[in-house]
């Protein structure tokens, strides 16, 4: 009898142990700050606050609050240039039915926002036989994103630079 009460207590510890390390961590990946602040794919670069390229700090940059690095627009590929022209006269879009849609965020790499708030646009990849793996997301607050693994990973965007 003895050893049954120990098993039962040692049982309802585990469960309790591992449900508390549950809820924990999905604290964590809930806040903003559990974000990561690199991806392998992209190098490291400057984030919030850090000087920029040129002295020129990215504080007012927005989305650098997301923690994810800072690439200026000119090192992505030609096409994403391409791309943040077409968005910047509101299109025509290469892919109307796939172009200035609602992005969800799925994934959960960008910061969480109401649904609407993020918005992507197809970067075209050459060779590709479909729209390919690349995208620009924009925000409501002026933010602007680029993956090139489709949405695994992102980097802020400075359009300036």
Known sequence: MVNRRRITAALVGLLVLVLGGWLVKSQLSDSPSAAPSSSPSAPASSGAGAPAKGGVSN?????TDSGLPVKPLSALPSQAADTWKLIEKGGPYPYPRNDDVVFENREKVLPRK?????????VKTPGSPDRGPRRLVTGQAKELYYTEDHYSSFVVVDPAR
């Not at 504080?59 to 989305?63: H, N, R, V």
């Not at 109401?114 to 197809?122: A, F, V």
């Open 114 to 122: 109401q649904s609407g708030y993020y918005h992507e646009y197809t």
């Open 59 to 63: 504080a007012k940059l927005p989305g």
